[in-house]
C-alpha cells in the first residue's frame, strides 16, 4: 500500500474523531482543568531511539529531549507527569481519542495536522527531513531520489514532497525502527526521517558505519510544537506560557548542550534572545 493512501486514511480517520469530540460539546477548559483536578497531565512522546527519545534499559524509562521536555512541562503546569509513549502512525488518534492531553512527538507544524489539532504557538525546536543512504549508493542530492524505492514511516509528513517534489517511490513502514531495518535490508535506497534521530544514528551507533547523511539540506524544514485537541485555548496558552519561559531562561539550550545534541538548533538561540528581552 502506497504511503500517500496511508496517509489519507490516517489523516480522514484522525478529522472523523476531532468532529466526533466536538459534538459532544466539550468545554474549552475541559482538559486543563481535568490535569489540574487530576494532578497529572499524560503527555504523548515518541521514543524511536537516540537522543531524542528513547527507553533505559538499565530503569526502562522513557529518557531523550521529548521526555525530558514532558516532565519539565508538567512540572511548568504545577503537576506530575505521566508519559505515554506513542507510534508515529497512531500519536494523531491517541491525542484526539482522549488516551493523552498532550503530545511531544517529534510531530512538526504543518496545515495539515493544523487543520484538526491544537498546538502551543511557541516552537521548542526545528527540524527536517535527513536521508540516511549507504556510502556507496551514488546518492548526494535530494533529486538522486527520482524513480528509486524510499522508506519512510507510515503518515511521514515528508512522503507527500519525496513524492511530488523529487519523484521517489515512497515505501511506508510502521514505524522508523522497521523503516531503518528495510533500508539495511535493501527495501530501499534511503531511508528519510527527522534529521533529529538520523544524525544522531549515524554518529554515534557503529553498526552503521557505512551508512551516511550526504545531503546538506532537509525536506520539509518545520516548527515543533506541543499539540493539544482543537480549540483548547486554556490549555494552549498554559503550556505556551511554560515554552516561553524555558526559552527566556536559556533551559532548552542547556538541555541541548546536556544531550549532546549535534549541531545546535540556531532557533533557541534566536527565541532566546527574544525572551530574554522581553519581546
Known amino acids: 500500500m502506497k504511503t500517500r493512501n496511508i496517509s489519507g486514511r490516517i489523516l480522514q480517520a484522525a478529522v472523523a474523531l476531532?468532529?466526533?469530540?466536538?459534538?459532544?460539546?466539550?468545554?474549552?477548559?475541559?482538559?486543563?482543568?481535568k490535569i489540574k483536578e487530576r494532578g497529572t497531565v499524560t503527555i504523548g512522546v515518541l521514543a524511536n531511539g537516540g537522543v531524542f527519545g528513547s527507553i533505559d534499559p538499565a530503569t526502562q524509562q522513557l529518557v531523550g529531549w521529548n521526555p525530558d521536555l514532558a516532565r519539565e512541562l508538567a512540572k511548568g503546569l504545577g503537576v506530575k507527569a505521566e508519559l505515554v509513549q506513542v507510534q508515529t502512525a497512531t500519536r494523531t488518534q491517541f491525542l484526539i481519542s482522549g488516551k493523552v492531553d498532550l503530545l511531544i512527538a517529534s510531530m512538526e507544524l504543518n496545515p495539515e495536522r493544523a487543520e484538526i489539532l491544537?498546538?502551543?504557538?511557541?516552537?521548542?525546536?526545528?527540524?527536517?527531513?535527513?536521508?540516511?543512504?549507504?556510502?556507496?549508493?551514488?546518492?548526494?542530492?535530494?533529486?538522486?531520489l527520482r524513480g528509486k524505492p524510499v522508506c519512510v514511516s507510515q503518515g511521514s509528513s515528508f512522503a507527500r514532497p519525496l513524492q511530488a517534489d523529487y519523484g521517489a517511490v515512497v515505501k511506508g513502514y510502521k514505524s522508523s525502527s522497521d523503516s531503518l531495518l528495510a533500508l539495511r535490508g535493501g527495501q530501499c535506497v534511503a531511508a528519510v526521517h527527522d534529521s533529529t534521530l538520523i544524525h544522531p544514528l549515524l554518529r554515534t551507533n557503529p553498526e552503521w558505519a557505512d551508512y551516511h547523511a550526504p545531503i546538506?539540506?532537509?525536506?520539509?524544514?518545520a516548527n515543533s510544537v506541543v499539540w493539544t485537541r482543537k480549540g483548547e485555548a486554556d490549555t494552549i496558552a498554559a503550556v505556551d506560557k511554560v515554552i516561553q519561559g524555558w526559552h527566556r531562561s536559556g533551559w532548552l539550550i542547556a538541555t541541548e548542550k546536556r544531550l549532546d545534541i549535534q549541531p545546535p538548533q540556531p532557533l533557541l538561540q534566536e527565541l532566546h534572545d527574544k525572551y530574554k528581552q522581553g519581546s
Open 18 to 33: 476531532a468532529l466526533a469530540a466536538g459534538a459532544t460539546g466539550a468545554h474549552a477548559d475541559a482538559t486543563l482543568d
Open 216 to 221: 546538506a539540506t532537509e525536506v520539509l524544514p
Open 118 to 144: 491544537g498546538y502551543a504557538p511557541t516552537p521548542f525546536f526545528r527540524v527536517g527531513g535527513a536521508a540516511a543512504t549507504r556510502k556507496d549508493s551514488g546518492i548526494a542530492k535530494w533529486e538522486d
